[in-house]
T-cell receptor, first 117, second 114 residues
Framework: GAGVSQSPRYKVAKRGQDVALRCDPISGHVSLFWYQQALGQGPEFLTYFQNEAQLDKSGLPSDRFFAERPEGSVSTLKIQRTQQEDSAVYLC???????????????FGPGTRLTVL | GDSVTQMEGPVTLSEEACLTINCTYTATGYPSLFWYVQYPGEGLQLLLK?????DKGSNKGFEATYRKETTSFHLEKGSVQVSDSAVYFC?????????????FGRGTSLIVHP
């Protein structure tokens, strides 16, 4: 079956431009996560949705970062006025449900590599 | 805060050699522990997990045991293959505010030569 897909796979932006990164989770997955992975580092949590509700956005590095999931399916991560330090791979993951007493496996997309010049 | 420390790579081995990738953690609560693998050009995949002390996670010949006394979760495989070449991430996860948010280590690159 189809996994998590992300688009575009690569994005080059000039400093100051706005970018939008898309994530299509696995159909039926309630939970959706965004991570930022800098070169040579592990993924760092950005934000988490349960259906359309954004339950945790504590990892967003600044108010230039904004995420939405209006219909509880596709999600978009938007970065306004991009800076060079925003260059990273942005990963999306989905899971059946991430609440309750048990951990459910997260399925990751291939990521979007953002380069800000 | 919670953190995961992995041994630095790259780890370079010949096929059929034994593998150990060290992972230690610091957590305020009682975390679940995971190993993820990332093959070139692909997303992270869950390799194995353990949810309580002395649990052993295993998959595809890889094993890791949750050691609470040493706060460790080392990844081991008795005989590696070229196809195991990838980046391996150790992670912990704690229930917080109704959701599990994982904390990842920096990753360890494994290169296996024929």
């Amino acid at each position: 079956g189809a996994g998590v897909s992300q688009s575009p796979r690569y994005k080059v932006a000039k400093r100051g431009q706005d970018v939008a990164l898309r994530c299509d989770p696995i159909s039926g997955h309630v939970s959706l996560f965004w991570y930022q992975q800098a070169l040579g580092q592990g993924p760092e949590f950005l934000t988490y949705f349960q259906n359309e509700a954004q339950l945790d956005k504590s990892g967003l590095p600044s108010d230039r970062f904004f995420a939405e999931r209006p219909e509880g399916s596709v999600s978009t991560l938007k970065i306004q006025r991009t800076q060079q330090e925003d260059s990273a791979v942005y990963l999306c993951a989905s899971s059946v449900y991430s609440g309750g007493i048990s951990y459910n496996e997260q399925f990751f997309g291939p990521g979007t590599r953002l380069t800000v010049l | 805060g919670d953190s995961v420390t992995q041994m630095e790579g790259p780890v370079t081995l010949s096929e059929e050699a034994c593998l150990t990738i060290n992972c230690t953690y610091t957590a305020t609560g009682y975390p679940s522990l995971f190993w993820y693998v990332q093959y070139p050009g692909e997303g992270l995949q869950l390799l194995l997990k353990a949810t309580k002390a002395d649990d052993k996670g295993s998959n595809k010949g890889f094993e890791a045991t949750y050691r609470k006394e040493t706060t460790s979760f080392h990844l081991e495989k008795g005989s590696v293959q070229v196809s195991d070449s990838a980046v391996y991430f150790c992670a912990l996860s704690l229930l917080s505010g109704g959701s599990y948010i994982p904390t990842f280590g920096r990753g360890t690159s494994l290169i296996v030569h024929p």
